[in-house]
């Protein structure tokens, strides 16, 4: 049996972002919860890696608390498995997992975008100022996590609730996926901005169809890019 590699320290402490031994009481647990998930999502904590709360608190500088629960957090992402005897793993990608995203994204966010248009002018708003971020961001792995907020953002305003929960809960293990992809071919980095101004475009102009056609050609970003185990 394979035992799960237990990361250096250093990779946390390269991570980009602040010093969460530095953050104020109510910010320390989200301090926390992004330098694991910026970790996880480029690939300084590979899949596999053990995620043991003693070493990961005295690397960060924090109690165990904080700590704790961002493992959690992560858990419900599915970014962190837990598995007995061995505690948190970070989780591994596959391509029978990609797949799998694929075909129920596929299903589920044409419904989410149609139920979400017309696209009210805060939508928009805050969607234009994701899109504007993601510009500027040469991380992989923090784009991954704004491209997640941005297609949130433009679904949660859908009249049904309990879909966008259902997409939300594809599109948190996807940035794994997303991050890989724009790893491997970092001209991603402007294909996914160019649909995503062709799909701002189709909002404003609250065209369906062709909000629809940028939506499913993006989606197939990581699918046609990746080959995994």
Known sequence: MNTPPVPDEGALTRAPGSDPS????????QAVLQRLRDAILSGELPGGS????ADLAKTLRVSATPVR????YLEAEGLVGSHPHRGSVVHR???HELEELYDLRRLLEPEALRRAMPASTAVLAEAGQLHDAMGRETSPARFAMLNREFHLTIYGGADSKRLV???RSLTNPLMAYVSASLQLVPDLHQRSMDDHSKLL??????DLQAALDAQVRHIRIPR?????P
């Not at 046609?224 to 995994?228: E, N, R, V």
């Open 201 to 206: 475009s189709a909002l404003r102009q609250n």
């Open 165 to 167: 929960e259902m997409v």
């Open 50 to 53: 053990r995620l043991i709360q």
């Open 93 to 95: 990608i596959s391509q």
């Open 224 to 228: 046609a890019t990746l080959h995994l």
């Open 22 to 29: 530095d953050a104020g009481r109510g910010t320390v647990q």
């Open 69 to 72: 629960e961002a493992l959690r």
